[in-house]
C-alpha cells in the first residue's frame, strides 16, 4: 500500500471483487453539515433549474408544482465551495487510486429523496447512460449526509455485476423525457444488498454495479452527494448499441437548450473551462465529439413524436 493510499489492499481487492465498496466517515462531521446546508440551500431557492442543472429525477418538470424527487447536477457551478473540501481531496485520492492517476472529477449529482412519498431510483447501470461509443473507467462516491438504511432508500447493490456487459435498459414506462433508466435484463434481484450507511460515510461503486435505492418510507427526507470520477473515455466507435438512449429528451434539456440560445452557452463554457483535460488528446477528442453530437444529434423530439410518447405511457 503506497503512504497516500486511502483504501487498503483488501477494501482495493473487495471492491475489484464485488464492484462497491461501503467506507467509514470519509467526509468529517463539519463538512457533512457544510454540504448539506449548502445543497439543502440551492434546492430550497431552486438555484439553476432555469438552465436545467435542477430538475425531477422521477416525473415531468412542472414549475408550479413541487419535484417528487428533487435532483441537481454539478451543484459546484452553483457552490464551488462544495469541492474545496477535505471530502473532496480525500474522494479524488480514491478514485486517482483506483482508476489511475489520470482520473478526475466528471461531473456531481444530487438527490433528496422526500420522506414518505420519495420514489424508488430503479435498478440500473451508470454506463447505461453513456455513450455506447467510448469505454471508460468511471466510478461513483455516493455521500450519505444523514443515516440511510433500506427504508429510507441506502445504496443496494448486486455484487459481482461489474464484470457484466452493460445490460439492456429502458425509460420507464417507456417515457423517454424523464430521466432515469430501467434496466429490464434478467439479472439475480434476490442477490441485491443493502449498504445502510451513517452521515459521512460513503459507498463507492463501479459504473457497471448494478444498483438501486427503494423508496423513502421514513418520515425525513434522505439527502445524498455523488461525485464521479473517470479517466479520458476511449473512442471505440461501432462495438455496440445502446437503442435505449435513442429519442430521449427531458425538459432540463429543453431549459437548458433554451438557455444557451440567450446567451448561457459562454457562461457554461466558463464554468467548464477549469475542469476541461485540455492535455489529454483523448479527452479533447471525447469532448469534442461529445459537443458535436449535442448540436448535431440531440434534438427535442417533433410535437407529434412527443404526444405519441404520453399516449404510450
Ligand atoms: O441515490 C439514489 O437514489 C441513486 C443514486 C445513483 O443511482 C448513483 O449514484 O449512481
Redesign the pocket.
Known amino acids: 500500500m503506497e503512504a497516500t493510499a486511502v483504501l487498503s489492499d483488501t477494501e482495493t481487492a473487495l471492491y475489484n471483487r464485488q464492484g462497491y465498496l461501503a467506507l467509514k466517515s470519509l467526509c468529517p462531521p463539519e463538512e457533512v453539515e457544510l454540504i448539506r446546508a449548502t445543497l439543502m440551500g440551492l434546492f430550497e431557492s431552486r438555484t439553476g433549474y432555469e438552465e436545467g442543472a435542477q430538475y425531477d429525477?422521477v416525473g415531468r418538470d412542472d414549475p408550479s408544482k413541487p419535484a417528487r424527487?428533487p435532483s441537481m447536477h454539478d451543484p459546484r457551478h452553483y457552490a464551488p465551495e462544495l469541492v474545496k473540501t477535505a471530502y473532496f481531496q480525500r474522494a479524488l485520492a480514491l478514485a486517482r487510486q483506483l482508476l489511475g492517476e489520470n482520473a478526475a472529477l466528471y461531473g456531481e449529482?444530487a438527490?433528496l429523496?422526500p420522506g414518505l412519498a420519495g420514489p424508488?431510483?430503479p435498478w440500473?447501470q451508470?454506463e447505461a447512460f453513456r455513450s455506447p461509443d467510448f469505454e471508460y473507467k468511471e466510478l461513483?462516491i455516493?455521500l450519505a449526509l444523514q443515516p440511510v438504511t433500506a427504508e429510507n432508500?441506502c445504496?443496494q447493490f448486486i455484487p459481482g455485476s461489474n464484470k457484466y456487459e452493460v445490460l439492456e435498459h429502458r425509460s420507464p414506462g417507456g417515457d423517454k423525457a424523464l430521466h432515469?433508466l430501467e434496466c429490464c435484463a434478467d439479472f439475480p434481484r434476490e442477490l441485491a444488498v443493502p449498504a445502510p450507511l451513517e452521515a459521512g460515510d460513503c459507498t463507492v461503486?463501479h459504473m457497471r454495479t448494478l444498483?438501486?435505492?427503494a423508496p423513502n418510507t421514513s418520515p425525513t427526507p434522505?439527502l445524498?452527494y455523488?461525485l464521479?470520477f473517470n479517466t479520458p473515455p476511449v473512442y471505440k466507435p461501432g462495438r455496440r448499441e445502446f437503442p435505449w438512449l435513442e429519442g430521449r429528451w427531458t425538459d432540463s434539456q429543453t431549459r437548458r437548450k433554451l438557455w444557451h440560445k440567450r446567451g448561457g452557452l459562454a457562461i457554461d463554457v466558463m464554468r467548464r473551462l477549469p475542469s476541461a483535460r485540455l492535455t489529454s488528446p483523448r479527452w479533447v477528442a471525447w469532448a469534442a465529439i461529445r459537443a458535436v453530437n449535442k448540436v448535431w444529434k440531440s434534438k427535442p423530439p417533433a410535437p407529434a413524436q412527443q404526444a405519441s410518447i404520453k399516449e404510450t405511457v
Do not use: Q
Request: hydrophobic letters at 35%; a neutral charge.
Open positions: 429525477f424527487f449529482h438527490l429523496k424508488e431510483t440500473h451508470d461513483s455516493w432508500g445504496m432515469p461503486h444498483h438501486y435505492t434522505r445524498a455523488i464521479i
